[in-house]
């Protein structure tokens, strides 16, 4: 069974910072790409960062510079790291990892980010 806990998110002003954790259950952490994705009101969930079991990362355009991920396999713990927060940053976070055909998610934690 794979359980994808979320925590860190709150509101911050922009220009600040937050950082993201996601506390996974189950034998797979360290062999899987773990990702975070968000879900702002009214738009399509996208792609915030990956990282994958050899620590390889890629990010999502609108992010790229301003935030890092990274994991910790012996916590079976990621984090997203989240500096030069904008506006447009505001959004559900969600912690996510594939095994096979099947997507795993997270419940989400809120980010917002005031002007």
């Known amino acids: 069974q794979v359980q994808l806990v979320e925590s860190g998110g709150g509101l911050v002003q922009a220009g600040g910072s937050l950082r993201l954790s996601c506390a996974a259950s189950?034998?797979?952490?360290?062999?899987?790409?773990m990702n975070w994705y968000r879900q702002a009101p009214g738009k399509q969930r996208e792609l915030v960062a990956g990282?994958?079991?050899?620590?390889?990362?890629n990010y999502g355009d609108s992010t790229k510079g301003r935030f890092t991920i990274s994991r910790d396999n012996a916590r079976n713990t990621v984090y997203l790291q989240m500096n030069n927060l904008k506006v447009e940053d505001t959004a559900v976070y969600y912690c996510?990892?594939?095994?096979?055909?099947?997507?795993?998610w997270g419940q989400g934690t809120q980010v917002t980010v005031s002007s």
């Open positions: 990282i994958t079991p050899g620590a390889i990362t």
């Open positions: 996510n990892t594939r095994q096979g055909f099947l997507n795993y």
């Open positions: 189950g034998r797979f952490f360290a062999t899987n790409t």
